[in-house]
């Protein structure tokens, strides 16, 4: 769920702070070749800052990306557990993948569950469930539609977003079938399921799983009162990690998610993530290293190359994941406007502080830095600077993303419980 006004996630509250949607976006770059040096501890330069700050500025000139590559290769540790999926751990473009293994959905027993949107539903059905639209059921505003809460017959709970009337807007109708035809495809631990769709009467409704726990961005506003933790905060990313590289990598069809931000990321009451909001989702292409497409996504967490050159890949998802990354150090938005120009583009400030050895002075005011939260920092922002490369070649994959988080908490674990405590 997008507005102008806030980045809402379509199954939870709005986000009336938020940065909002963007159709075209005229920030964008391109970088010169030095940008594709990878970094690490002492080898960190200022020339990859030069590089990387070229993504906040006009581009000189065009060099669309025609092909891409993965530099990085599967760790020992995640390799293990990986090697019945198959070794392709780069470009997501190739032949249909079989859903195994660690991204499975069998991690849910899925054997005895429905197939996802497979729920025939009525109007009078939903209307019932949400007591006709209340507006005390309101749980979420934007752009395209209302999401409402409701309670099924048999008790389940479930979030419906009921698309705006209007009759004249043929774009809302598109975007309303392309996040159906993409939720029919996905079934993910750590995706919104997907219960099913219902066109009647002038009515788009689409019904998905409910959410409890709010938002990511709410969380890290402190809107509930409560400072969420670093160690939540790790095991959120890397939730998220799962779920864009089963989209990416382990679903029937890749799937280019496009507006991965932290409104979009859901929580469970036990802390476990859910990415949510497929209406911007692309099916990306077999034979192609590419789809060149429309921009649509978020201010502040848009390749810098897809807004220069309007090719979309996975590289895409994981430069927002890149932002994201920030985001969950910080606790700020990608785009602070009240802020002193250079801190308002969080990444671009996080990113030269990394640089220049000063990454935990902008850790989130909220937390308190330890030694297991300062390695973890720095871990994460060279993971972050890698995935903010202002080429698509130069970033990883998301399930190279997901092998080394895994790396990041085990060495955070062992520092916040020393293995003498644990024997």
């Known amino acids: 769920m997008r507005s102008g006004s806030g980045g809402a996630s379509p199954w939870r509250r709005s986000d009336p702070g938020g940065i909002g949607e963007v159709s075209r976006v005229s920030v964008a770059t391109t970088a010169p070749s030095a940008s594709e040096r990878s970094v690490g501890g002492a080898g960190r330069g200022v020339s990859f800052l030069d590089a990387f700050r070229s993504c906040f500025v006009p581009p000189e000139a065009r060099s669309p990306e025609t092909s891409m590559s993965d530099d990085f290769h599967p760790s020992h540790q995640l390799s293990q557990s990986l090697s019945s999926q198959g070794s392709n751990s780069g470009s997501t473009f190739g032949s ?34 949400t007591k006709n639209f209340s507006p005390n059921l309101k749980i979420g505003q934007g752009g395209s539609g209302t999401v409402y809460k409701g309670q099924l ?3 389940t709970l479930v979030a419906v977003k009921r698309a705006k009337k ?38 788009q409704l689409i019904i998905v799983e409910y959410v409890p726990n709010g938002n990511l961005r709410e969380h890290l506003d402190c809107v509930n009162g409560k400072v969420l933790e670093f160690s939540k905060r790790l095991e959120i990313v890397i939730d998220v990690a799962h779920a864009i590289t089963y989209l990416h990598t382990y679903s029937d069809h890749p799937v280019i998610h496009r507006d991965i931000k932290s409104s979009n990321i859901l929580l ?10 497929f ?16 921009v649509k996504g978020t201010a502040g967490y848009l390749d810098p190359e897809y ?11 994981v430069y927002s994941f890149g932002v994201l990354l920030v985001e969950l150090v910080t606790g700020r938005r990608p785009i602070e406007p009240k ?61 190279r993303c997901a092998e080394i988080l895994w790396s990041i908490r085990k060495d955070y674990r062992e520092l916040v419980v020393p293995t003498s405590a644990m024997n």
């Open 339 to 399: 802020r002193s120009i250079i801190e308002r583009v969080t990444a671009k400030w996080a990113m030269e502080k990394f640089v220049e050895g000063n990454a935990i002075q902008t850790l989130d005011s909220n937390l308190e830095a330890n030694d297991a939260v300062n390695l973890a920092v720095e871990k994460m922002y060279e993971l972050a600077l890698q995935c903010l490369a202002p080429t698509k070649r130069s970033r990883p994959s998301m399930r």
């Open 96 to 129: 249909k993948r079989s859903i195994k293994g660690m991204y499975s959905p069998m991690h849910r027993n899925s054997s005895e569950r429905e197939m996802p949107g497979s729920t025939k539903f009525s109007l009078p059905q939903i209307q019932k469930a």
């Open 166 to 203: 209007n009759v004249y807007d043929k774009h809302m109708g598109r975007e309303f079938w392309n996040e159906i035809e993409t939720l029919q495809r996905i079934d993910h631990l750590n995706l919104v399921r997907f219960h099913g769709y219902l066109e009647f009467g002038g009515e």
């Open 279 to 294: 209406g911007f989702a692309k099916l990306a292409p077999i034979d192609a290293s590419h789809v060149s497409t429309q």
């Open 268 to 277: 469970m009451n036990n802390f476990r993530a859910k990415v949510a909001d």
């Open 153 to 155: 017959a048999d008790g």
């Open 307 to 317: 807004l220069r050159t309007y090719q979309l890949n996975e590289k895409s998802d």
